[in-house]
């Protein structure tokens, strides 16, 4: 009797473990599957200290994430900056809603690089390191573009 009633066990626990499998769509949520960066750079900066990036988070996960904080081996700091009417304040975290995205873009919410050590040039790639929540750091090669770059007319 035990026996059999350890086998019926070991069954159910294997259909749930399949159950869950087939419901979730984002995977494993540490291998970084759920998250994609698309649309990424950096304007090349007119200041000698900051900078300015952009991009794009796509979460096509089941679950909801947040961006926690950035680095790069070009800034001493990185933060988030919000922009509220003319003026920009730093953001703490900022969430990834699941099936969503975090957009940062000319105009809007933007990286801001402080305390360069040295000034990215057009044509360069710099690279950028985003911290999750959730899912393991993602490295992008953010290309460095014209300082009056616009993605929308592409110069
Ligand atoms: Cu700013």
Redesign the pocket.
């Known amino acids: 009797m035990r026996h059999l009633a350890m086998a019926t066990a070991t069954v159910l626990a294997g259909a749930l473990a399949l159950t869950g499998c087939g419901s979730s769509e984002s995977g494993n949520p540490s291998d970084g599957a759920g998250l994609s960066v698309g649309s990424a750079y950096m304007p090349q900066p007119v200041s000698d200290s900051?900078a300015?990036g952009f991009l794009v988070i796509t979460n096509k996960g089941a679950a909801g994430d947040a961006l926690t904080r950035v680095t790069s081996d070009v800034a001493g700091e990185i933060?988030v900056?919000k922009?509220v009417g003319q003026t920009?304040e730093?953001a703490g975290r900022l969430d990834i809603p699941a099936h969503g995205e975090l957009v940062l873009r000319s105009g809007g919410d933007?990286?801001?690089f402080e305390q360069l050590k040295r000034k990215p040039k057009e044509g360069e790639k710099v690279s950028v390191q985003l911290h999750f929540a959730k899912t393991s750091p993602i490295t992008v090669e953010m290309p460095v573009k014209s300082a009056t770059y616009n993605p929308k007319t592409g110069h």
């Open positions: 900051m300015a933060t900056h922009t920009m730093e933007h990286l801001m």
